[in-house]
């Protein structure tokens, strides 16, 4: 890892307006996470290799990983089931984040087809009719609050334990789903495969280490096939599906004579409501009377997400940008509802008259003005919450203001309704150009930011080296983010394409990084892969696909990359996970997987590599398709143009 004690911020991020902000965190002696994870090192050998346990009161226990000390815990547990247990807690601890938003959503949902919430309404009603249809729910002739009630019920029973299998495991490709029963990782009810997993992990119970990853992978999938879908579905349900919009990107958005309000989070019930309370002709006047312009909206990490890809809310940035918008001196409020927001923002707007306004009941903010999320009173929140942030503005002290300017435009919105009107309604022609090989296939990059890399260069790095060699690629959560503040989210940037997939984007006036949505909406990649595998009568393993998380951070991260994996999707992380303490779960996961699930993971700090590595895959894919492939050597010499935003 490169020094982070230097004053060069392009070790920190390669954006400039994260660099410039950092120069204005390090003169007001403000700590950013930058400076916490230095204090850190060097960080637990044993914890970073997975092999400590503190499950139980007979530990903590740690296994040395080089044989001198210690082999096993107070109760027996070898590397093997102490790596496992951690990883498999991690995988519950992720779903768990995801499932529960999406069963928030489905709350809401249900209660406004019961006419119980306002605010709420149903915005996309032929996506609810489709959607009744597909659960096998009567539509023809029916009230649409009666369909969405239908809707509601059959959803929740996801969660329970009265099923043998979630809802939308249906929509898996059938070898896929059949795969799953024989391995018995079919998930059967969301919360029940988290549970479960709880209770494998205590001490004394799954002892084998293969079976509990097995278990990992199930309870993974009732995130992916299960809470995340729901999630995605109900929210296109109530606040629109998505389709291509033009927005900007970077802390530029926020603007010098406005009210400036950063929505943070992930779930976009409380957000979508706060965006119409903003248009309030009362409080655009209430803001003018306080000596503003107007009200200026912006967003950050996922809620950001939601905002941008249904409402083209301007993006401020992605994970490592959350504290350093409030050194920009011009932000009123930073509204949070829950996920990846650091406790540290409490403590840096103390430096700045930055409100930090918490939502949710589940996640309190020492520090924080908390303002309960009530569906029954969602407009009328929306608008108490707006007002706090006008009676913040003329507290800004103007002399500290330091907007980074020139915002980048980025396109966003393809849902994968988007993407196949994009296609004129069929996959046939993004089908057609895998097969000619003018696009060589597609790769998911996605998830987080984590301090350990300068910010964005993962991502950066590896799309443009994707694009560049004719393969499309999907961009959700802080991915998403990183590459539109890098400019690879126009259409333009198609000139940055290779030859095949440049045709394919200008035929088209699409980007060749097209963005997907949130972190639980990396679900619509699941759709989009299952069609494409129905489309042409083969299982999702054998399609020239694969999966990126090159920053990653979050154990929501570690539970898509294993449903991901468990849908035959081979991924390839950019940041060590804690697993290295167990050879056998190593080579479980990185090499024995593919003769399980069709897929594996993969781990490679050097996008440049990842690269390399990715574009070997998904040739060896097309070569076992019959389709026309190219051969990637193992050793090439890159020299590569340096990618900066
Ligand atoms: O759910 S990519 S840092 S913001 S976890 Fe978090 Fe990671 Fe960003 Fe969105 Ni996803
Ligand atoms: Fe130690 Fe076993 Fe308890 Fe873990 S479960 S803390 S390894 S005794």
Same mark, same amino acid.
């Given at each position: 890892?490169?020094?982070?004690?230097?004053?060069?911020?392009?070790?920190? /991020?390669?954006?400039?307006?994260?660099?410039?902000?950092?120069?204005?965190?390090?003169?007001?002696?403000?700590?950013?996470?930058?400076?916490?994870?230095?204090?850190?090192?060097?960080?637990?050998?044993?914890?970073?290799?997975?092999?400590?346990?503190?499950?139980?009161?007979?530990?903590?226990?740690?296994?040395?990983?080089?044989?001198?000390?210690?082999?096993?815990?107070?109760?027996?547990?070898?590397?093997?089931?102490?790596?496992?247990?951690?990883?498999?807690?991690?995988?519950?601890?992720?779903?768990?984040?995801?499932?529960?938003?999406?069963?928030?959503?489905?709350?809401?949902?249900?209660?406004?087809?019961?006419?119980?919430?306002?605010?709420?309404?149903?915005?996309?009603?032929?996506?609810?009719?489709?959607?009744?249809?597909?659960?096998?729910?009567?539509?023809?002739?029916?009230?649409?609050?009666?369909?969405?009630?239908?809707?509601?019920?059959?959803?929740?029973?996801?969660?329970?334990?009265?099923?043998?299998?979630?809802?939308?495991?249906?929509?898996?490709?059938?070898?896929?789903?059949?795969?799953?029963?024989?391995?018995?990782?079919?998930?059967?009810?969301?919360?029940?495969?988290?549970?479960?997993?709880?209770?494998?992990?205590?001490?004394?119970?799954?002892?084998?280490?293969?079976?509990?990853?097995?278990?990992?992978?199930?309870?993974?999938? /009732?995130?992916?096939?299960?809470?995340?879908?729901?999630?995605?579905?109900? /929210?296109?349900?109530?606040?629109?599906?998505?389709?291509?919009?033009? /927005?900007?990107?970077?802390?530029?958005?926020?603007?010098?004579?406005?009210?400036?309000?950063?929505?943070?989070?992930?779930?976009?019930?409380?957000?979508?409501?706060?965006?119409?309370?903003?248009?309030?002709?009362?409080?655009?006047?209430?803001?003018?009377?306080?000596?503003?312009?107007?009200?200026?909206?912006?967003?950050?990490?996922?809620?950001?997400?939601?905002?941008?890809?249904?409402?083209?809310?301007?993006?401020?940035?992605?994970?490592?940008?959350?504290?350093?918008?409030?050194?920009?001196?011009?932000?009123?409020?930073?509204?949070?509802?829950?996920?990846?927001?650091?406790?540290?923002?409490?403590?840096?707007?103390?430096?700045?008259?930055?409100?930090?306004?918490?939502?949710?009941?589940?996640?309190?903010?020492?520090?924080?003005?908390?303002?309960?999320?009530?569906?029954?009173?969602?407009?009328?929140?929306?608008?108490?919450?707006?007002?706090?942030?006008?009676?913040?503005?003329?507290?800004?002290?103007?002399?500290?203001?330091?907007?980074?300017?020139?915002?980048?435009?980025?396109?966003?919105?393809?849902?994968?309704?988007?993407?196949?009107?994009?296609?004129?309604?069929?996959?046939?022609?993004?089908?057609?150009?895998?097969?000619?090989?003018?696009?060589?296939?597609?790769?998911?990059?996605?998830?987080?930011?984590?301090?350990?890399?300068?910010?964005?260069?993962?991502?950066?790095?590896?799309?443009?080296?994707?694009?560049?060699?004719?393969?499309?690629?999907?961009?959700?959560?802080?991915?998403?983010?990183?590459?539109?503040?890098?400019?690879?989210?126009?259409?333009?940037?198609?000139?940055?394409?290779?030859?095949?997939?440049?045709?394919?984007?200008?035929?088209?006036?699409?980007?060749?990084?097209?963005?997907?949505?949130?972190?639980?909406?990396?679900?619509?990649?699941?759709?989009?892969?299952?069609?494409?595998?129905?489309?042409?009568?083969?299982?999702?393993?054998?399609?020239?696909?694969?999966?990126?998380?090159?920053?990653?951070?979050?154990?929501?991260?570690?539970?898509?990359?294993?449903?991901?994996?468990?849908?035959?999707?081979?991924?390839?992380?950019?940041?060590?996970?804690?697993?290295?303490?167990?050879?056998?779960?190593?080579?479980?996961?990185?090499?024995?997987?593919?003769?399980?699930?069709?897929?594996?993971?993969?781990?490679?700090?050097?996008?440049?590599?990842?690269?390399?590595?990715?574009?070997?895959?998904?040739?060896?894919?097309?070569?076992?398709?019959?389709?026309?492939?190219?051969?990637?050597?193992?050793?090439?010499?890159?020299?590569?143009?340096?990618?900066?935003?």
């Amino acid at each position: 890892m490169k020094s982070l004690q230097s004053d060069d911020f392009r070790d920190r /991020s390669i954006q400039a307006d994260a660099q410039q902000m950092l120069r204005v965190a390090r003169d007001a002696g403000i700590e950013t996470v930058w400076d916490r994870l230095a204090a850190q090192l060097p960080q637990c050998g044993y914890c970073a290799m997975g092999v400590s346990c503190r499950n139980c009161a007979m530990g903590p226990c740690r296994v040395d990983p080089f044989g001198e000390g210690p082999q096993k815990g107070v109760c027996g547990a070898d590397a093997d089931v102490i790596v496992a247990r951690n990883l498999g807690r991690s995988i519950a601890a992720g779903a768990s984040a995801h499932s529960d938003h999406g069963r928030d959503i489905l709350e809401v949902f249900a209660e406004t087809a019961r006419g119980q919430t306002s605010g709420y309404r149903i915005a996309d009603e032929a996506k609810l009719r489709r959607l009744a249809a597909e659960l096998g729910i009567a539509v023809d002739d029916r009230p649409t609050e009666e369909v969405a009630r239908d809707v509601a019920d059959e959803l929740l029973e996801s969660f329970g334990t009265r099923r043998d299998e979630v809802s939308f495991v249906a929509r898996a490709p059938e070898p896929r789903r059949q795969l799953w029963k024989r391995l018995s990782i079919t998930p059967r009810g969301i919360d029940r495969e988290n549970v479960e997993m709880l209770h494998r992990t205590h001490m004394g119970v799954d002892n084998d280490y293969a079976n509990i990853l097995l278990h990992g992978l199930r309870t993974s999938l /009732s995130d992916g096939w299960g809470g995340s879908m729901i999630a995605t579905e109900l /929210s296109d349900i109530l606040f629109g599906t998505p389709t291509p919009v033009t /927005s900007q990107v970077n802390l530029g958005v926020l603007k010098g004579d406005q009210v400036n309000i950063a929505l943070h989070g992930h779930n976009p019930l409380l957000s979508d409501v706060i965006v119409e309370a903003a248009r309030d002709p009362e409080l655009v006047r209430f803001a003018r009377e306080q000596g503003a312009a107007g009200i200026n909206l912006v967003g950050l990490c996922c809620t950001g997400n939601e905002l941008l890809m249904r409402k083209g809310v301007p993006m401020a940035g992605n994970h490592l940008m959350q504290e350093l918008i409030i050194m920009t001196g011009a932000l009123e409020a930073m509204v949070v509802d829950y996920q990846c927001i650091m406790p540290s923002v409490t403590d840096v707007a103390k430096c700045y008259h930055t409100r930090v306004i918490s939502t949710a009941d589940k996640a309190k903010f020492p520090g924080a003005t908390h303002i309960p999320f009530d569906p029954h009173h969602g407009l009328e929140i929306g608008k108490q919450i707006v007002r706090q942030a006008i009676e913040a503005f003329p507290d800004r002290n103007p002399e500290r203001v330091r907007i980074p300017d020139a915002p980048v435009s980025m396109m966003a919105g393809f849902s994968v309704e988007a993407i196949l009107a994009a296609l004129g309604g069929t996959p046939e022609p993004l089908v057609a150009a895998i097969r000619d090989g003018s696009v060589r296939g597609a790769v998911g990059v996605v998830g987080c930011n984590n301090p350990k890399i300068a910010q964005d260069y993962g991502h950066v790095t590896l799309t443009r080296r994707l694009i560049e060699n004719d393969i499309l690629v999907l961009v959700t959560g802080c991915a998403a983010v990183a590459n539109g503040k890098a400019g690879q989210m126009m259409p333009e940037a198609a000139e940055m394409a290779g030859p095949g997939l440049r045709a394919v984007c200008q035929a088209l006036g699409i980007p060749p990084v097209l963005h997907m949505g949130s972190c639980v909406d990396n679900t619509r990649i699941l759709v989009l892969a299952a069609a494409l595998a129905t489309h042409l009568g083969v299982d999702i393993q054998q399609l020239p696909l694969a999966g990126a998380a090159p920053e990653w951070y979050s154990e929501k991260a570690v539970a898509i990359g294993a449903y991901v994996v468990a849908s035959g999707i081979t991924t390839v992380l950019g940041v060590q996970p804690p697993i290295f303490g167990s050879r056998n779960v190593v080579n479980l996961l990185a090499d024995g997987l593919d003769g399980v699930v069709g897929a594996r993971f993969a781990v490679e700090p050097d996008p440049e590599k990842a690269a390399l590595l990715i574009r070997r895959h998904i040739e060896t894919k097309r070569r076992a398709l019959g389709l026309p492939f190219l051969e990637v050597p193992s050793t090439v010499t890159v020299t590569p143009a340096p990618v900066t935003a």
